[in-house]
């Protein structure tokens, strides 16, 4: 379904508690991405890599932290540093190449709520 | 950094008519325009894009128009059904660098029977 997949689908966390979200595809994309979705508003993107060991801040960085290690894996920790970390997290991945096939393929998301 | 504007945040339509959903961008280097569709609790999923050197686009039911000069972009959906409610989110990318998409806050489509 897609070749990108999250887990967990739900996660409670409680206050203080680091936590990581895992996504993972099999498309043999290079770029991956997270977003951050909150009710009534649009895909807000917290980090992305366009390359293996390489990643950048999104929009929304603060209180969270990356790594890619390898190409087919881009997890997320939200760190007790992120002030409302309750959301619904997509992640998504993308062939480079500067034009001709930017289309996003996004996971079915992992919902985080913090108890 | 780019910016998008999405318009309306809601919509009601009765099926069979049609519906519009516009956006506007304003980074003037942005060359790409995918729009989503979100059903409720799933994936965004792409349903068609336009790239700056065309100034529309039709795939059956749906088509999106470009107007580089304004720098705005448009969602069009003709004889509209139950399955067409969701909540579309268009988005505006610049190819200069990197495939950073920027998102608009989505609307709310409703068909009505």
């Known amino acids: 379904d897609g070749g990108i997949t999250q887990s967990p689908k739900y996660l409670f966390r409680k206050e203080g508690q680091n936590v990581t979200l895992s996504c993972e595809q099999n498309?043999?994309?290079?770029?991956m991405y997270w977003y951050r979705q909150d009710p009534g508003q649009g895909l807000r993107l917290i980090y992305y890599?366009?390359?293996?060991?390489?990643?950048q801040k999104g929009d929304i960085a603060e209180g969270y932290s990356v790594s890619r290690e390898k190409k087919e894996s881009f997890p997320l920790t939200v760190t007790s540093a992120q002030k409302n970390p309750t959301a619904f997290y997509l992640c998504?991945?993308?062939?480079?190449?500067?034009?001709?096939?930017?289309?996003?393929?996004f996971g079915p998301g992992t919902r985080l709520t913090v108890l | 950094g780019e910016n998008v504007e999405q318009h309306p945040s809601t919509l009601s339509v009765q099926e069979g008519d049609s519906a519009v959903i516009k956006c506007t961008y304003s980074d003037s280097a942005s060359n790409y325009f995918p729009w989503y569709k979100q059903e409720l609790g799933k994936r965004p999923q792409l349903i068609i894009d336009?790239?700056?050197?065309?100034g529309e686009k039709k795939d059956q039911r749906i088509a999106v128009t470009l107007n580089k000069t304004a720098k705005h972009f448009s969602l069009h959906i003709t004889e509209t059904q139950p399955e067409d409610s969701a909540v579309y989110f268009c988005?505006?990318?610049?190819?200069?660098?990197?495939?950073?998409?920027?998102f608009g806050t989505g609307t709310r489509l409703t068909i009505i029977p």
């Open positions: 498309l043999n994309h290079d770029a």
């Open positions: 988005a505006a990318i610049s190819n200069f660098g990197n495939e950073k998409l920027t």
């Open positions: 890599s366009q390359i293996v060991n390489d990643f």
């Open positions: 336009i790239r700056s050197n065309v």
């Open positions: 998504a991945s993308s062939k480079r190449g500067g034009g001709l096939d930017n289309e996003q393929f």
